[in-house]
């Protein structure tokens, strides 16, 4: 038998992606569809091909799928390495509470994740100088890119080699012409709202892994369109944020929430090893939490 990839699901086809990257069109055994809801991009599967289809494009039957590392909703993709969140530096400028909020979600999900922002023609160097200073510490690795001159695309492709990644960030930051600049004719599935009427609410386009061509799987739809926290307890919430590690467990309350509690050891950290800005969206979020609670 065969392993892939599923890269595209649309009306009982599954497009598998072997892993020498040709691509069969398969159906899915009976019993595989009674025994999971669906199968999702992203889902690796065991499948066998379809002999003798010489005049047409290679088929196949998934036989089996293999257990799932994690899985997003909205759009729905199983077995995501990583989030790459795109911001822009200027027009419109970077959200760092929306990139915390990212990250938030991103950790929930167990997924690694890193910040790229764009349009770094767009500002001077004491721009750059300025957004360094404010990220020092930061736990995620943040890249500089330009997709209108190119710059930083290498360190980009680096990034999303040999994994599977979902973008995500406002639009109009650069997402679409990031994937272009990394490897032209990639783009991303915008959706206008006209283009959303048209199609009509049951036509909607299912997501789909495209295949990068120096190795790896990006997916064409923007991960995390919904941004709330629903299914976060406030308790849970400093769990997400990684630099907080090292020092759980040494403050002076054992259930620290790492807010007023007197013995902080995460607080005592702000502004050294934890960043200023970062504790302040925790603050934020876990008002936000408490809020979600009170209801
Ligand atoms: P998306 O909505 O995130 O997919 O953003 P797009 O890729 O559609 O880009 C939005 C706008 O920003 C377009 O007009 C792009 O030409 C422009 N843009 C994208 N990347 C850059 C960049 O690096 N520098 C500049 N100056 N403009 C950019
Ligand atoms: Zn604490």
Same mark, same amino acid.
Do not use: M, W
């Given at each position: 038998m065969l392993q892939g990839i599923v890269v595209k699901a649309a009306g009982g086809f599954f497009t598998v992606r072997d892993d020498i990257g040709k691509e069969f069109v398969c159906r899915a055994r009976g019993v595989l569809k009674r025994g999971q809801a669906t199968l999702i991009i992203g889902d690796r599967v065991y499948f066998s091909a379809v002999e003798d289809t010489s005049s047409r494009a290679p088929e196949g039957i998934i036989e089996k799928v293999l257990p799932r590392k994690n899985s997003l909703y909205r759009p729905p993709i199983a077995n995501v390495d990583q989030l790459a969140i795109i911001m822009s530096l200027?027009?419109?400028?970077?959200d760092w509470q929306l990139v915390s909020r990212l990250l938030v979600l991103a950790e929930k999900e167990d997924l690694s994740a890193f910040i790229c922002l764009n349009?770094?023609?767009?500002?001077k160097e004491k721009d750059i100088t300025k957004i360094n200073e404010l990220l020092q510490p930061y736990p995620y690795s943040v890249l500089f890119t330009s997709a209108l001159k190119g710059e930083g695309i290498d360190l980009f492709r680096d990034k999303l080699a040999g994994r599977s990644s979902v973008l995500a960030g406002? #639009? !109009?930051?650069g997402k679409s012409s990031m994937l272009n600049a990394l490897q032209p004719g990639l783009s991303l599935q915008t959706g206008t709202v006209s283009d959303k009427i048209k199609r009509g609410k049951h036509t909607t386009r299912q997501a789909e892994l495209l295949a990068l061509n120096f190795g790896g799987l990006v997916a064409d739809t923007p991960g995390f369109t919904r941004l709330d926290? #629903? !299914?976060?307890?406030p308790a849970e919430?400093?769990?997400?944020?990684?630099?907080y590690e090292p020092f759980e467990?040494?403050?002076?309350?054992?259930?620290?929430?790492?807010?007023?509690?007197?013995?902080c050891a995460v607080r005592d950290e702000v502004g050294r090893a934890i960043n200023k800005m970062r504790y302040e969206h925790y603050k934020y979020f876990m008002e936000e939490l408490n809020k979600q609670e009170a209801y």
């Open positions: 200027k027009s419109p400028p970077c349009k770094s023609d767009l500002v406002p #639009s !109009g930051v926290f #629903s !299914g976060i307890e919430l400093s769990a997400y944020f990684p630099e467990g040494q403050c002076g309350f054992r259930d620290c929430v790492h807010l007023t509690e007197p013995e």
